[in-house]
């Protein structure tokens, strides 16, 4: 068996057979199993719309992703992408909203730095924690997410208040239409470009940087990286600022791009799905893209479900769920029978 | 007490023998211990102490022979087996988990029956207390393990094993990691057992301890048995140390080793430490005042038993950890504030002392293994990217320089053999001939081939005018290749020898013998 099957097969297991577990779970409680494939399909891609919907969603989870691969990779467990996309897009609307007469040229191109400088600060937070003061970045990260969702209410409700909406969700105004890069479905040549420069951008830091190798050194075995020199405080607070960079680049891209706006609330499973992504993609850029696309086509099916069957979107979060449970169980056991192989 | 001493066998061994892959840790080995007495078991460090004691512990599987508890064969031994049959070994690091409580630890670790499928807090409690005040330890069944001191969890280690019923407790060098009161208090207890019928197996390194308490003392060389329980009235503290080093006359160094020496008149001085302390350290005595200085092409041997304080003295040399206290010259200039990677920047080398947790990343290919620390010197501008192609011919060039036998650049590094790991890291940190080189146990479980290959490394390099510094508890090793050699014992350089060395000596001083 030639070493691409064998990668494929251990790729695609998990992801089968948390759809078959799924699938069991739906036929025994009544559902139509056919009717959910037939959702999943049109959702995901046959119908009118859906193909670019997945695109959509591909777009922030491929960003969000090739952060999260250089923090896996550096053996860190930043799990807080979901604020640094919300502080991301706080940077972006900022922007855009406080210099509404300034020239579009000008505006984009601040606004997406100030979401990525945003989203790097707000993960350097749990980066310094951990480094100076050894507090697990697990914890930290997880609840700088709450941190962020009720700092963005408070924004919303305060000083950045749409005095336009009224008891629905708090929101942002909205972002004067020539500072978007898309229309409300989300998929514009400027995103895709956007998506093509990040994809070059975290495939030369990770593979072709000096910075790539060693975080790799350091993840795989710091000890055996201290005693080469390595700066491993230096290599850890990077890692931190460039995973936050990314994901709070996908925020400003929520913002100039599909919602226009910076809501509370939004887009609340991204940074967790982004992380099932880099796991899945194998930790490299080319593959983390690929699953993208899979999970972005999943999250549009999520979406679109409820419509066209009796099967709630949460149905398919279990699902969800599951690939990314089947391949942490998985790294478990290929990590246990590598070691023992090395022992005899 | 002579006239009640028991004449019952309660462990016999024949032929046991341990490997661990090429390497023979233990050749087959037959002895017998009687019941109720204090054995002792030493050696130097590789000698095969503690793969015997795994065997019989049943945590490892001999490689051949038998051995039998109280008369009965133990076949396929397993930890809970050995524990049925009343042996149990108290470990070097401890297994209690540092979060329960006292009660909580022992219940879970113990072998002792199990009260019930359920239980409270206070049951639980109240089941241990018994045990806990017939140890006379003054610790409460409800205190956490992690808030105890030392010496406590290695007495509850014991309340452990007993309160399984043990009948023959090995205990892995009980005293490393305990203060001299600590010591006396631990063997107080020992002894205290021993008049209760119980049979102890103590692996020691320190000949006074070893005379203090032993009934009997066996002494492992090199794998081989080469003295058998003895009763100790009979063995002497000098004849002991000759036994666990090894009968040899003085040893000649190398002629190389003068030869350099008196050629050139004034050399410089590479690397010095000035009144140098360190930090307290859990696991070995901190440095106190230590100054040395090796000069342009010459090898200074750092000999000692181990733990002595070696790894603070490579740590504080290497910048690993900073000094409390005390000046670090190096390559003429005071590096006492510099960080490990600008120590190297200016000429300084290491061969960390464990090729597999410190050497190499074993999961990662053979050239990322030996190029990545120096990444930055293979792009062609400051922000340019890596030419990775360049990095495999570096890569390529070392590894082959060092005689290192690997199929592809590709192949993970731990897939290699140790011999050929240990090249891996010489190609790493000399193939670009280093001014100032530690080199840490650097032919620690190689094979004789290997080592030999080691030693012409160094010595090439000291030709070349490298200062190195040797940390080793190899005695042959030290003599072959060193210029001068000091003693290292409890964090203090205490003596220092030239050649022609002399075995006893040196021994002497690394124990802490006066004749």
């Keep these: 068996m030639s070493r691409w099957v064998a990668t494929g097969i251990r790729i695609a297991s998990p992801i089968v057979i948390a759809f078959a577990l799924g699938f069991l779970l739906f036929a ?14 049109q959702g995901a891609i046959a119908a009118p719309g859906s193909l670019e919907q997945s695109v959509r969603w591909a777009i922030p989870l491929a960003i ?12 860190e467990f930043n799990i807080g992408a979901q604020g640094q996309i919300l502080l991301g897009g706080l940077g972006a609307a900022s922007v855009a909203l406080l210099l509404p007469n300034w020239s579009p040229l000008l505006v984009i191109p601040l606004a997406l730095l100030a979401g990525i400088i945003f989203g790097a600060l707000w993960s350097a937070i749990a980066g310094v924690l951990k480094v100076w003061f050894n507090a697990d970045e697990v914890i930290n990260t997880l609840m700088l997410n709450f941190i962020a969702i009720l700092l963005i209410q408070w924004v919303t409700t305060g000083p950045l208040k749409d005095d336009a909406t009224r008891g629905e969700t708090a929101s942002t105004p909205r972002v004067d239409n020539m500072f978007r890069l898309s229309d409300g479905t989300g998929v514009s040549l400027e995103l895709i470009a956007i998506v093509v420069v990040a994809a070059a951008l975290a495939w030369i830091i990770i593979e072709r940087s000096p910075f790539g190798l060693k975080s790799k050194l350091v993840g795989s075995s710091p000890r055996v ?3 080469q020199g390595l700066q ?24 100039l791009g599909p919602s226009a706006r910076l809501v509370t609330g939004a887009t609340p499973t991204l940074g967790f799905t982004a992380i099932v992504v880099a796991i899945v993609g194998m930790l490299r850029v080319p593959g983390a893209l690929a699953a993208a696309l899979f999970f972005g086509g999943l999250q549009a099916a999520i979406l679109f479900l409820p419509i066209v069957s009796r099967l709630p979107s949460s149905g398919l979060r279990i699902i969800e769920g599951l690939v990314a449970l089947l391949i942490t169980a998985q790294f478990i056991w290929l990590r246990r029978q590598h070691n023992r192989r090395r022992q005899s | 007490m002579t006239a009640t001493l028991s004449e019952e066998v309660v462990l016999r061994c024949e032929d046991i023998a341990v490997a661990y892959g090429d390497v023979q840790a233990l050749h087959p080995t037959s002895l017998s211990f009687h019941k109720a007495r ?10 095969g102490k503690t793969s015997l004691a795994r065997v019989l512990a049943g945590i490892i599987p001999p490689q051949s022979g038998r051995f039998w508890i109280r008369g009965r064969p133990v076949r396929a031994a397993t930890v809970p087996l050995v524990r049925e049959l009343g042996l149990d070994i108290v470990h070097q690091r401890f297994t209690l988990p540092p979060n329960f409580t006292v009660a909580e630890a022992l219940e879970l670790v ?31 069944s409800k205190a956490r393990i992690r808030d105890l001191p030392i010496e406590t969890i290695q007495s509850l280690e014991i309340v452990r094993a007993l309160a399984g019923a043990a009948q023959f407790l090995i205990l892995d060098e009980p005293t490393a990691l305990l203060s001299p009161s600590g010591v006396d208090r631990l063997f107080a207890r020992l002894k205290h057992l021993r008049e209760t019928g119980v049979t102890l197996l103590l692996i020691l390194h320190k000949l006074r301890e ?17 003295l058998p329980p003895t009763a100790s009235a009979g063995v002497s503290e000098q004849a002991l140390s000759d036994l666990i080093i090894g009968e040899r006359a003085t040893v000649d160094s190398e002629t190389d080793a003068f030869a350099s020496g008196a050629s050139t008149v004034e050399r410089a001085v590479n690397l010095s430490l000035g009144d140098v302390s360190t930090p307290h350290s859990e696991t070995e005595p901190a440095l106190a005042a230590v100054s040395l200085s090796v000069k342009a092409g010459e090898i200074l041997g750092i000999a000692g038993v181990e733990g002595n304080g070696q790894r603070s003295l490579v740590d504080v040399l290497t910048g690993l950890m900073p000094a409390k206290s005390g000046a670090l010259r190096l390559m003429g200039r005071d590096a006492t504030k510099l960080k490990h990677h600008q120590r190297r920047s200016i000429g300084l080398r290491v061969v960390p002392f464990d090729r597999v947790a410190e050497g190499a990343s074993l999961g990662l290919p053979l050239w990322e293994n030996v190029t990545i620390w120096k990444a930055e010197k293979y792009r062609r501008s400051r922000f340019g990217p890596l030419r990775i192609g360049a990095m495999r011919i570096a890569a390529r060039k070392a590894l082959d320089q060092f005689d290192v036998q690997y199929d592809s650049l590709d192949q993970l590094a731990g897939s290699l053999s140790g011999g050929n790991m240990q090249r891996l890291i010489l190609a790493r940190e000399l193939a670009d001939e280093p001014r100032v080189i530690i080199a840490a146990q650097p032919t620690r479980g190689l094979d004789f081939r290997a080592t030999h290959y080691v030693w012409r490394v160094l010595r090439r390099l000291k030709r070349a005018g490298a200062s190195i510094i040797l940390v080793s508890s190899d005695l042959d090793e030290l003599f072959s290749l060193s210029d001068r050699i000091s003693v290292i014992r409890g964090g203090r350089l205490v003596a220092e020898f030239a050649p022609p060395y002399e075995m006893q000596g040196i021994g002497d001083s690394m124990i802490g013998v006066t004749r």
């Design chain 1, 28 to 41: 025994a409680t009544g559902y139509d199993i056919a009717e959910v494939i037939h959702g999943l399909w």
């Design chain 1, 64 to 75: 969000i992703s090739f952060g999260i691969v250089i923090t896996l990779r550096t053996g």
């Design chain 1, 225 to 227: 990286a201290a005693w």
């Design chain 1, 232 to 255: 491993i405080k230096r290599i850890h607070i990077t890692t931190y600022l460039l995973t936050g960079a990314f994901a709070g680049l996908a925020g400003a891209l929520e913002v």
């Design chain 2, 38 to 47: 204090i054995h002792v078991l030493v050696g130097q460090n590789g000698a």
């Design chain 2, 110 to 140: 113990s072998a002792r029956k199990h009260a019930g499928a359920f239980y409270s807090g206070r049951q639980l409690a109240a089941s241990w207390r018994r045990e806990l005040e017939l140890a006379d330890l003054g610790v409460s």
């Design chain 2, 210 to 226: 070893v005379m203090e308490i032993a009934d009997t003392i066996s002494v492992l060389r090199a794998g081989r048995l080469v």
